[in-house]
T-cell receptor, first 116, second 111 residues
Framework: EAGVVQSPRYKIIEKKQPVAFWCNPISGHNTLYWYLQNLGQGPELLIRYENEEAVDDSQLPKDRFSAERLKGVDSTLKIQPAELGDSAVYLC??????????????FGEGSRLTVL | QKEVEQDPGPLSVPEGAIVSLNCTYSNSAFQYFMWYRQYSRKGPELLMYTYSSGNKEDGRFTAQVDKSSKYISLFIRDSQPSDSATYLCAMTPYNFNKFYFGSGTKLNVKP
């Protein structure tokens, strides 16, 4: 079974440029998460989707960040314009979202962003 | 104050040592407690999963939860160089609506 797939793995851009990250979750997983992980820190939630609906985007900086999950499968996270402080790893995760196993998050390898 | 506190380490031990990793938390609503392992430049992967208080053992790994003290632990017996990674604790309320992660403890097991 394929895991969570993210692209690109690495991205280097200049500040004020736009950037987009793509995530393909595990087949059948209705719940999809985007997390931000700074160096030496744990993942912090940006947005959580249940199917197509963003059910928790309270931590998403909406002035520059946007996300979508069309058809309840793949998702994209966009930053426009990027700032120096956005340099971090952007992790996508998915889960079955039901019962006790809803607690198991499956993470992708992350997209590492460097803003110069 | 963060909801989950975790000593960042780094922790360096010789091969074969017993390792103890810990987290404390403040939210009594947390019901599910997890440990994730994250290798360098990889995403976290679930290692152990415990509901409420008690112990759970899986091979060389033992997870303990003490809800009265709001304290969780992960023990690694007979540690191996392949255990070298960052260990993240995580916890969530019963409805899984949000996961709270510790900052991670970096472990280095020396051959």
């Amino acid at each position: 079974e394929a895991g969570v797939v993210q692209s690109p793995r690495y991205k280097i851009i200049e500040k004020k440029q736009p950037v987009a990250f793509w995530c393909n979750p595990i087949s059948g997983h209705n719940t999809l998460y985007w997390y931000l992980q700074n160096l030496g820190q744990g993942p912090e939630l940006l947005i959580r989707y249940e199917n197509e609906e963003a059910v928790d985007d309270s931590q998403l900086p909406k002035d520059r960040f946007s996300a979508e999950r069309l058809k309840g499968v793949d998702s994209t996270l966009k930053i426009q314009p990027a700032e120096l402080g956005d340099s971090a790893v952007y992790l996508c995760a998915s889960s079955a979202g039901t019962g006790a196993r809803g607690g198991e998050l499956f993470f992708g390898e992350g997209s590492r962003l460097t803003v110069l | 104050q963060k909801e989950v506190e975790q000593d960042p380490g780094p922790l360096s031990v010789p091969e074969g040592a017993i390792v103890s990793l810990n987290c404390t938390y403040s939210n009594s609503a947390f019901q599910y407690f997890m440990w994730y392992r994250q290798y360098s430049r990889k995403g976290p992967e679930l290692l152990m999963y415990t509901y409420s208080s008690g112990n759970k053992e899986d091979g060389r790994f033992t997870a303990q939860v003490d809800k009265s003290s709001k304290y969780i632990s992960l023990f690694i017996r007979d540690s191996q160089p392949s255990d070298s990674a960052t260990y993240l604790c995580a916890m969530t309320p019963y409805n899984f609506n949000k996961f709270y992660f510790g900052s991670g403890t970096k472990l280095n097991v020396k051959p």
